[in-house]
């Protein structure tokens, strides 16, 4: 693949204007794949010194040397500007052969030299070649007043990351995947080729995709990267998988950061419109949650619907059904996991079996009923929620916060009634249906500070997807340990780059040997408590082999595994790295 605008020398060996002189390519025929930047005729020894590099010379050969070391000289200095290749019309100086000493040089310095047979005007080959690079340019320059545009169009719509990441494919005909900083996949398009060769252990191999600066091309791996990001903050990478030989095209690094925009801007805008949403449900605690109404409102409306808010006792409380674990990390200020199946589109049927756009159809009726059915139990979890309040004796405020949870803010006289209230409450909840998580945030004493501890509730009922007591009627922050804590954070990138940090050479080097990898033993050292006997034993492994490997991992991070201060790190490095991995 050459350069944009510019044909190869293959190319234009094979143009009309050049066809009329019977070429023959004697030297360099493995390289006819170099571009051609501009065609150059001349007829003196020493024109490389006024080249630049990427120049098909055109010579008769009149001027060049007589010697053999003058024309080895002058082939030389033509390889070393980096010129594409050398023409020279026999007739003139070289009856019928160009001389054997110039093929020589030509070949073992990878230059194509081409010689014509027949006598042929340098102009019109000329002219040939340059009005086909301005038509190349000219095409070029359209393609990428196109990807402009229909970036635009995509950045006004707000579209999805799935459809940006589509959009990317099929502008450019490669694969496209939008990953975050965990290496996680949270989009991907195969531009009509097959998932699975693509995302296929991706993890390990997008760590082995490395670039310098915030664009470029790993030439070993294959994939142009781009970073995403706004405001200074990045959230992820999106790569380009170039097969071809060669460099990409400048179009496509346009393209790629064109598509890294949108999706930042895209991002920036969905956290704006969550909040638009929510004043639109017109709810008083949607209202409280965003600041859409002033405190004061908030607490005459609620006693307008009997509900007293202000000078009580007022606690967050947030609800799920345990089967929705996992569904809230799809919130405004992160990536949409819904992009993490990514479906085929409608517009790459025609690469597509019938069977599989059967398949594709069923999914997305299923998807719908779904959702469906996850709103209506959202809504039955409402009035259940409703009815809780009453049976306990309560007051409250409830509805549904958004698409995966149930909210309540109790009020109760005092601090001493809270944790009473709070089991009351779960119990006249859980009557009748047991698959319910409750959880609670700090108690508060006005509405001022309601917003927090509803947001606490919901940090708590997110986190509690890591490990939730059977015991404990109402999940408090207490019970929150640190690896749901590290759940809770999962997609934040600046915990994703602390991993990266703290372990990403040692899943470089495990990459790299799938075979034998050392983060298995560092987990069993760690969580020994540093013991390297009780860890050689966990490991099934005799102590010197297990000391061995420990100073391997050593060697890998840089750190010394005797340092408590050290072992810390790597130990909450490895416990978020397993909580941006979990599903």
Known sequence: MTAPGYPTVREVVALDAMQVGSPRVVAGAEHLDRAVRWVHSSEVPDIASLLRGGELVLTTGIGLPADDDGIRAFIRELSEVGVSGLVVELGRRYPSTVPRVMATAAEKLGLPLVELRRPTPFVQITEAVHARIVDAQLTELRATEEIHQRFTELSVEGAEPAEVVHQAA???????????????????????????????????????????????????????????????????????????????????????????????????????????ERQLHGTLLAALLDHSLPVDEVALRARALGVTVDRRRLIGVVIRPLSGRGDFANRGDLPNRGDLSNRADPSNRGDLSRRADLSHRADRDGEKSDVTAAQARLRDLADAATQGVREAKLAGLTGVLDDHVVGVLLAVKSAADEDAALERFATALRRGREEVLVAAGSGVDSLREARRSLVEARQVADAARHDTPSSVPVLRLPNVGLAGLLHLLRDEPRLQTFVERQLGALLAYDAKHPRDPLLPTLRI?????????IAASAAHLSRPAFYERLARIGRVLGVDLDSVTACLSLHVALLAWEAIRSE
Request: a positive charge.
């Open 170 to 276: 099929q502008l450019s005909g490669c694969p496209v995947v939008l990953e975050n900083l965990g290496r996680k996949v949270l989009a991907f398009d195969a531009a009509g080729g097959r998932a699975e060769p693509l995302l296929d252990g991706w993890e390990q191999h997008s760590r082995q995709v490395r670039v310098t600066g915030r664009t470029g091309f790993d030439r070993d791996a294959g994939w142009l990267v781009t970073m995403v990001g706004a405001r200074g903050q990045d959230w992820g990478r999106l790569l380009l998988r170039w097969s071809a030989d060669g460099p990409p095209p400048t179009r496509l690094t346009i393209l790629l950061e064109r598509a890294a925009s949108t999706l930042a801007l895209g991002r920036l805008i969905r956290r704006d419109e969550e909040g638009l």
């Open 525 to 533: 050292y760690l969580e020994s408590g540093r013991n390297k006997s």
